[in-house]
């Protein structure tokens, strides 16, 4: 399989010493670390939301993300969604990744096990491009990533990887479930809330 390429947004804190320029996922606060690759864990500690996910917690076998569970390193297919979410909440920027290894693939997105970010778009309004203007200079630097205008991000990514968004079914097979057992992307959605973990 083909290292592959998704959408997906970060939070940045501007106050934090401790995380200022580091991209940080919303829900599981898992900061990903700069010019090194992140590795799915199976985030289960309490008081998590993603709690109730730890199906495969003690198994040191299986890797994560598990097609049953909720973990991994999200990604959308598509940027329509991440810039969607980015409108809503001040320091959440978007970009590429590029996810490998294990890849459960959901309509909408996947769960990696491992992943890289490719680039960051620089925000649309030109109020919010002025006011993190610094902090993306300094994030894209330490990560050592371009900043790219969104209407350049697809054709930027796509070099490095595929898209593994599926054919929508048939309609004869919809709701057959490509991945079987797995929890749907909509149920992890909901379960994770607006935004995305990993
Ligand atoms: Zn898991």
């Given at each position: 399989?083909?290292?592959?390429v998704?959408?997906?947004?970060?939070?940045?804190?501007?106050?934090?010493?401790?995380?200022?320029?580091?991209?940080?996922?919303?829900?599981?606060?898992?900061?990903?670390?700069?010019?090194?690759?992140?590795?799915?864990?199976c985030?289960?500690?309490p008081?998590l939301?993603?709690?109730r996910?730890?199906?495969?917690?003690?198994?040191?076998?299986?890797?994560?993300?598990?097609?049953?569970?909720?973990?991994g390193?999200?990604?959308?297919?598509?940027?329509?969604?991440?810039t969607?979410?980015?409108?809503?909440?001040?320091?959440?920027?978007?970009?590429?990744?590029?996810?490998?290894?294990?890849?459960?693939?959901?309509?909408?997105?996947?769960?990696?096990?491992?992943?890289?970010?490719l680039?960051?778009?620089?925000?649309?309004?030109?109020?919010?491009?002025?006011?993190?203007?610094?902090?993306?200079?300094?994030?894209?630097?330490?990560?050592?990533?371009?900043?790219?205008?969104?209407?350049?991000?697809?054709?930027?990514?796509?070099?490095?990887?595929a898209?593994?968004?599926?054919?929508?079914?048939?309609?004869?097979?919809?709701?057959?479930?490509?991945?079987?057992?797995?929890?749907?992307?909509?149920?992890?959605?909901?379960?994770?809330?607006?935004?995305?973990?990993?």
């Amino acid at each position: 399989m083909n290292p592959a390429v998704g959408y997906r947004f970060w939070r940045v804190d501007p106050d934090d010493a401790w995380t200022r320029g580091r991209l940080q996922s919303p829900v599981a606060e898992t900061l990903w670390p700069p010019l090194e690759t992140l590795e799915a864990e199976c985030q289960t500690r309490p008081g998590l939301r993603l709690a109730r996910a730890g199906l495969h917690r003690h198994d040191e076998l299986r890797i994560s993300p598990e097609p049953s569970c909720s973990c991994g390193i999200y990604a959308y297919h598509d940027i329509t969604p991440m810039t969607r979410a980015l409108r809503e909440e001040p320091y959440m920027f978007g970009g590429a990744v590029l996810c490998w290894g294990r890849i459960v693939i959901h309509p909408e997105g996947m769960r990696a096990q491992h992943a890289r970010p490719l680039a960051l778009c620089r925000p649309e309004s030109p109020g919010v491009q002025l006011r993190t203007a610094a902090l993306l200079a300094e994030v894209t630097r330490e990560y050592a990533i371009p900043l790219l205008e969104l209407r350049d991000l697809v054709a930027y990514a796509s070099e490095f990887g595929a898209s593994y968004k599926p054919e929508p079914a048939p309609p004869s097979r919809r709701g057959l479930d490509r991945v079987k057992d797995a929890l749907s992307w909509r149920q992890i959605a909901r379960r994770l809330g607006k935004a995305f973990g990993g």
